[in-house]
């Protein structure tokens, strides 16, 4: 009789790839924890035209009680599902976890922690041995069992990847995160009573920010730990659950995604997937809910904009059930009715934030906001205001493929190595959004009587982020459109004189690099086939031309710091040397030394005050008052 089943996955040739997540290792090994009572040899070999697989296994069970996969590392591969053999195997799978993927400071935090349960669990059954042989007073009081620690969520996921991560969450069998908190305290208090321990807050619930349990958070050995137990959730008619104590299976099963539902059980050394699809959908990168997808989501909507939006981080596909539930309308009407637009516009600026801004990383808004449009989100998301009517029916499949030709700006070879279109994140994050509001610019609506723009109304009311975010996308998707506007009207952008050019700079505003940028992106031909990867024109367009001529001509002429001129001498200078008290004509004077600054960037004093004794013979009507609009009646 075999004491272990082994089964064994060689690959024998993978597809190369450019970019790819570190994932399964190229050979792992699956061991039954049950005692076998059948031998069975068996060989199943599958070959594609892009993967071969040879599936080797010696197996014996009539049921897997667990299994256990022993890897590395994974790297990321190309496949259809591997055919499940085990097909009486629970749905919870346990797989060894491989140690060596652990930093030196997770090791020692992890084991800290696993001693801290140790002594916690020591301490309460002294406490429970402490209470009297008397077999009665006893048994109102149950055993004590030592807490089971698992590293749970996003942290679990990245590890699995090969992806750094510094955020872990603790999840607790038999306690609350703080009595587990001051657990950790009491332990280093023992320890070390001269050091002041480590301190504790607690994150109170907040179901409009998606906390929906109390949970404790500190520093362990300088790593940032949150502690919380296990809970089971029930959804009534508002996306905010009512929560208690629950099993590892519940909790697995409560979570957003299949892929965020696995457990590092530090007590065990094991890695838990509780629903036995976490580890499978994230070598097939895939992105699905444990549950129902049509239930979960009418439980909380917002999860549709997170299966999107881990979908474009990590660039998997959605699955088919997830994307039937998403279309259905009363889904879209619980995300627009029972979502807040707080929580909304952060998991949509969360499709931008990629950790690192690479050429790759450019997919991943573009990506998202493909997935939104094919899910017919974006006008869920980006409702019109009341009153304002559709102009153009593609109105959104302009923007979406606006915003697509970011993407493609940052292959231009005339673009990839200038340090001017070098962007922080959150810069990259307003050119992605000014040029896909770059069509609405001529879209308004009325607040308190006046004009309003339509993209400030977007990111103000239907997102609610910053005034900052709704000034500067405002002014990316104007500033793009006043800079195309300007090159179609000149024949030659080399015969531009300094004025001309400084000039528009400052109409574009301090962001016109940004501009510029999203310029360009409009002036690439239409995309004809992949949205995502297609190829750059063999030839650039007119507009392109002149735009890099006209980027040239600004370069030659040291205009790029044009917004930051000042007028050489300020309002009461320029009143004293006029002799004259201050007044609506200053306003206009003091564009007038801009003018001239950009015009002569060597001008001095001295030739300014002359300029402005010369400005009241050229340009008397500047100094005239303009009339009263509200002249007063005269008394009778």
């Not at 001269?194 to 906390?211: A, L």
């Not at 000034?471 to 004025?499: V, Y």
């Not at 031909?525 to 002149?546: F, G, S, V, Y």
């Not at 205009?559 to 009143?575: C, Q």
Request: one cysteine or more; a positive charge.
């Amino acid at each position: 009789m075999l004491l272990n089943s082994k089964i064994k996955f060689s690959i024998l040739r993978r597809k190369t790839q450019s970019r790819s997540f570190r994932s399964f290792s190229d050979h792992f090994t699956v061991s039954s924890r049950s005692h076998l009572q059948k031998t069975i040899q068996s060989n199943y070999t599958t070959h594609s035209n892009r993967n071969n697989y040879q599936f080797q296994t010696k197996s014996s069970l009539n049921r897997l009680n667990a299994t256990s996969i022993d890897f590395r590392r994974f790297s990321s591969f190309e496949s259809k599902p591997i055919k499940r053999i085990e097909e009486n195997m629970e749905t919870k799978r346990e797989y060894s976890w491989d140690s060596s993927s652990l930093s030196t400071k997770e090791k020692e935090v992890f084991d800290l922690l696993l001693q801290v349960a140790e002594e916690d669990y020591q301490r309460k059954i002294k406490k429970w041995n402490e209470r009297g042989d008397n077999q009665s007073e006893r048994s109102n009081q149950s055993l004590p069992t030592k807490t089971v620690l698992r590293a749970a969520g996003g942290w679990v996921r990245d590890k699995l990847l090969g992806v750094e991560s510094h955020d872990i969450d603790i999840a607790l069998d038999n306690c609350q995160g703080q009595d587990f908190g001051r657990a950790i305290i009491e332990y280093q208090t023992s320890r070390n009573p001269s050091k002041e321990p480590t301190k504790m807050g607690v994150v109170k619930s907040n179901p409009d920010q998606s906390k929906h349990l109390e949970t404790a958070t500190m520093k362990v050995l300088d790593m940032d730990i949150d502690f919380c137990n296990l809970r089971v959730e029930t959804y009534a008619d508002s996306r905010i659950p009512t929560t208690g104590f629950g099993s590892p299976k519940e909790d697995a099963f409560r979570r957003d995604l299949t892929i965020n539902s696995l457990f590092y059980n530090l007590n065990e050394d094991i890695l838990e997937d509780f629903t036995g699809k976490g580890v499978q959908d994230l070598k097939n990168k895939l992105i699905r809910t444990p549950l129902s997808p049509h239930q979960t989501f009418l439980d909380d909507p917002l999860r549709v904009l997170r299966a999107v939006r881990f979908a474009s981080r990590f660039s998997y596909h959605l699955d088919t059930d997830l994307c039937a539930a998403a279309l259905l309308p009363q889904v879209k009407t619980a995300l627009s009715q029972k979502v807040s637009k707080e929580r909304i516009g952060k998991e949509l600026m969360g499709m931008f934030h990629h950790p690192r801004v690479t050429k790759e990383s450019m997919k991943s808004p573009v990506y998202a906001f493909k997935l939104l449009r094919e899910l017919e989100l974006l006008e869920i998301i980006f409702p019109l205001p009341q009153g304002v009517e559709l102009k153009d029916e593609r109105l959104f499949d302009v923007s979406m493929e606006r915003m697509a030709q970011v993407k493609r700006v940052l292959s231009l070879p005339w673009t990839e190595e200038k340090e001017d279109f070098v962007f922080t994140k959150e810069e990259m994050t307003w050119i992605f959004m000014g040029a896909f509001f770059s069509n609405w610019t001529e879209y308004f609506y009325l607040k308190k009587g006046k004009q309003e723009s339509v993209i400030k109304y977007q990111i103000l009311e239907s997102l609610k982020l910053s005034v900052k975010d709704a000034e500067s996308i405002n002014s990316i998707a104007n500033s793009c459109t006043i800079l195309l506007n300007f090159i179609n009207s000149k024949e030659k952008i080399s015969e531009c004189d300094r004025k001309e050019l400084g000039l528009l700079i400052r109409q574009m505003g301090k962001l016109w690099k940004c501009g510029f940028y999203a310029a360009l992106a409009i002036a690439l031909p239409p995309i004809q086939k992949e949205l995502l990867n297609e190829p750059l024109p063999a030839e650039e367009t007119m507009q392109m031309q002149k735009l890099k001529e006209w980027f040239v001509r600004v370069c030659e002429l040291d205009l790029k710091l044009s917004n930051d001129l000042t007028p050489l001498l300020n309002g009461t200078e320029a009143a004293a040397v006029l002799n004259k008290s201050s007044g609506t004509w200053l306003t206009a004077v003091q564009a007038r030394q801009i003018e001239w600054r950009l015009t002569d960037p060597n001008l001095d004093v001295e030739k300014c005050h002359q300029l402005l004794k010369l400005l009241i013979e050229k340009e008397p009507e500047i100094f005239t008052p303009p009339p009263d609009r509200n002249p007063k009646k005269s008394k009778k």
